[in-house]
């Protein structure tokens, strides 16, 4: 729980710098980019805070990957949560939502719902499945490579996952 309190603290005083910026150009294509930029600032943040993560763990390892695969999928994994779709407030509720049984949340979480209420359980459902909707997302510009790491990125580990994935799956818990 405590590790929760601080992710809200920290997407409460999320920013972007200048610095955040050139990297995020660095790594970036054009249209992966304008992907990026329909994420909200803390979930931005969190991005660059798991690619950083992601780099330290490989030189601390030495992990042999392809770093700039790894950068991409480090700050793309979370895209298909967007701005405009899913709130603090959702991410807070799917939290706590996870403490349910999982039948009870895939019928909380639902797609193409109206009203108030009805676009909470939308914001669950795209939170509970970003990383496929990510993936879609990624597929639909050209960049299958970063498609497969982020569409796995919460499958549960395997023996043949690419070093990218395992790499990206700690850097994230880390963060």
């Not at 729980?1 to 910026?21: P, S, V």
């Not at 790499?167 to 880390?174: F, G, I, Q, T």
């Amino acid at each position: 729980m405590i590790k929760r309190i601080r992710q809200l603290y920290k997407a409460i005083r999320a920013g972007i710098t200048a610095e955040d910026e050139s990297f995020i150009n660095e790594y970036l294509t054009l249209d992966e980019r304008k992907l990026f930029d329909t994420m909200a600032v803390y979930d931005k943040r969190h991005a660059l805070n798991v690619a950083a993560s992601a780099a330290k763990l490989v030189r601390q390892y030495q992990i042999t990957v392809n770093f700039r695969l790894m950068m991409k999928a480090a700050l793309l994994h979370d895209i298909g949560r967007t701005a405009d779709t899913v709130i603090l407030s959702d991410k807070i509720l799917l939290v706590l939502l996870e403490m349910l049984p999982p039948r009870l949340q895939h019928f909380i979480a639902k797609d193409k719902c109206q009203g108030f209420i009805g676009r909470r359980r939308q914001a669950l459902y795209r939170c509970m499945h970003h990383a496929f909707i990510g993936a879609v997302k990624l597929r639909k510009i050209g960049a299958l490579d970063v498609a497969a790491v982020v569409e796995r990125h919460h499958n549960k580990p395997d023996d043949n996952d690419d070093s990218e994935l395992v790499v990206l799956r700690k850097a994230d818990e880390a963060n």
